[in-house]
């Protein structure tokens, strides 16, 4: 009896042996197929697409350090890198094509009528300080910005990358400090000449004529006041160019105070560096018409001075309250020395 007892359990351990084998074989024949073990991860390329930022917690008062990754930030590379360069390019090179053929074929405004030997001031020492402030501060800053741009590709196979770091630290210095100098010449600036650059009557007749820019005669000349329309076209435009960069270049300087993320920080690079390119190729056109372009022009921010015949020729309106000026007062006319 004992021994039926004995058997009977060994035939049931048997039975169920088999039973638990028969059943867990499938699972594990099937089991390379059905579990695929990177089904529900997530992969970094659906991260990048998906997220504008891979975030983490962070227990210090910078929540900006929180930020992982920032996918957004290899648009923002491809801009700094690629576009940048052609939009700088070719607003930069294209107008100094233009000016280069426009003085082949107009050459330099003459003063039509010749020296009249008496000089009348233009601008007087506040003014001319206040110009070269801006001026001065302005160039600094478009070299030292476009080095930011194009020194690598430019400047770093001429100069190797010993003296390309030690100037581009120097040119950062520069660029971050003399940013206050060129803000405080654009408020005095502003402030100063606001007066003389509202629109009047003679400007419309001014901007009809061209200005006589394209008169290689040199025998047109629209009456203006102190400014003409495209001085005072060029007087907005960097009242408007200037305030776009003070505020743009400001948030990039101190970012901490202006508490952007670093999406928007990227979106105030990106603007900056635009509205910059734009307005060192404005501000060319300008230094040619101050320069090269136009005779007689410069001793106005030189010594203050411009030839009473050009005075007439250019700013005719300006020229007669002078001289009734002079009149009654005496002094803003001498001889040229
Ligand atoms: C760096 C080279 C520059 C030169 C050689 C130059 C030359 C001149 C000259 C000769 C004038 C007097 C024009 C006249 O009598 O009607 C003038 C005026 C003026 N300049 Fe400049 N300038 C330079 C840079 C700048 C810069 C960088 C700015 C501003 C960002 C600027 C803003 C102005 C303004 C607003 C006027 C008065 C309106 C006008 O004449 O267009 N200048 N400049």
């Known amino acids: 009896m004992a021994k039926l007892v004995a058997h009977m359990r060994m035939v049931a351990g048997v039975l169920a042996l088999a039973f638990i084998i028969a059943i867990s074989a499938p699972v594990s024949a099937q089991q390379p197929n059905m579990v695929n073990p990177t089904a529900d991860a997530v992969k970094e390329q659906q991260l990048l697409q998906q997220l504008n930022t891979i975030q983490g917690?962070?227990?210090i008062p910078d929540e900006k350090s929180s930020v992982l990754v920032h996918p957004a930030?290899?648009?923002?590379?491809?801009?700094h890198t690629v576009t940048l360069k052609w939009i700088g390019g070719i607003s930069i090179i294209g107008m100094l094509v233009v000016l280069v053929?426009?003085?082949?074929w107009r050459g330099p405004m003459r003063v039509r009528s010749g020296y009249s030997g008496i000089n009348i001031l233009r601008f007087d020492v506040l003014e001319r300080f206040v110009h070269w402030l801006t001026a001065v501060t302005f160039v600094i800053l478009g070299i030292t910005g476009l080095n930011i741009t194009f020194g690598r590709v430019l400047l770093l196979p001429l100069m190797g990358p010993e003296a390309f770091s030690a100037w581009s630290e120097?040119?950062?210095?520069a660029h971050n400090f003399l940013s206050f100098g060129f803000t405080l010449g654009v408020l005095l600036m502003f402030v100063m000449w606001i007066g003389r650059n509202l629109p009047t009557a003679a400007d419309v007749q001014w901007l009809k004529q061209g200005g006589g820019m394209f008169d290689k005669t040199n025998s047109t000349?629209?009456?203006?006041y102190k400014f003409n329309a495209g001085q005072k076209i060029l007087f907005w435009i960097i009242v408007f160019a200037s305030a776009a960069m003070i505020v743009s270049g400001f948030m990039l300087l101190f970012p901490f105070y202006s508490g952007l993320t670093v999406g928007n920080m990227e979106l105030a690079e990106i603007f900056h560096a635009i509205v910059g390119v734009l307005f060192v190729a404005l501000i060319l056109g300008h230094?040619?018409?101050g320069s090269v372009g136009m005779e007689g022009?410069?001793?106005a921010m030189a010594d203050g001075n411009v030839d009473l015949n050009w005075?007439?020729?250019?700013?005719?309106l300006w020229a007669k309250e002078e001289i009734r000026v002079d009149k009654v007062k005496g002094g803003a006319m001498r001889p040229a020395e």
């Open 57 to 59: 917690r962070v227990t």
């Open 73 to 79: 930030g290899r648009e923002w590379r491809q801009f």
């Open 101 to 104: 053929l426009f003085y082949l």
């Open 170 to 173: 120097w040119a950062k210095y």
């Open 221 to 224: 000349h629209a009456p203006a």
């Open 287 to 289: 230094i040619y018409l």
């Open 297 to 299: 022009a410069f001793g």
């Open 311 to 316: 005075a007439k020729e250019h700013h005719s």
